[in-house]
Nanobody
Framework: QVQLVESGGGSVKAGDSLRLSCAAS????????VAWFRQAPGKEREFVAA????????YYSPSVEGRFTISRDNAKNIGYLQMYSLKPEDTAAYYC????????????????WGQGTVVVVPS
């Protein structure tokens, strides 16, 4: 089964950009659809973006569409979340998730999760 490790979080100013990475090991990366979720302090975890196995299909939450881009490099076993024009409301722990058979916006879909990386955008 696949293991996922996120990296790239940090504290940035509003309007800045940041790229998160999700490194996969222990499985064949192209076998998994990949998604990003986030959880802000005191709130439930929410869907951010998802990408299909070969990257031809992507989904975004309305709150990030046009500002965030999800991508993957199957040769390197890495998924990415490029974030532009960051806002204070983007402050959250960001989680990478993967599933072999489904590509959906619901967290219950995904069987494999990373430990998260924190993004802080002070107001």
């Amino acid at each position: 089964q696949v293991q996922l490790v996120e990296s790239g979080g940090g504290s940035v100013k509003a309007g800045d950009s940041l790229r998160l990475s999700c490194a996969a090991s222990g499985g064949t990366f192209i076998d998994y659809a990949v998604a990003w979720f986030r959880q802000a302090p005191g709130k439930e975890r929410e869907f951010v973006a998802a990408i299909s196995w070969r990257g031809e299909t992507t989904y975004y939450s309305p709150s990030v569409e046009g500002r965030f881009t999800i991508s993957r490099d199957n040769a390197k076993n890495i998924g990415y979340l490029q974030m532009y024009s960051l806002k204070p409301e983007d402050t959250a722990a960001y989680y990478c998730a993967a599933d072999k058979f489904r590509l959906r916006r619901t967290e219950q879909t995904y069987d494999y999760w990373g430990q998260g990386t924190v993004v802080v955008v002070p107001s």
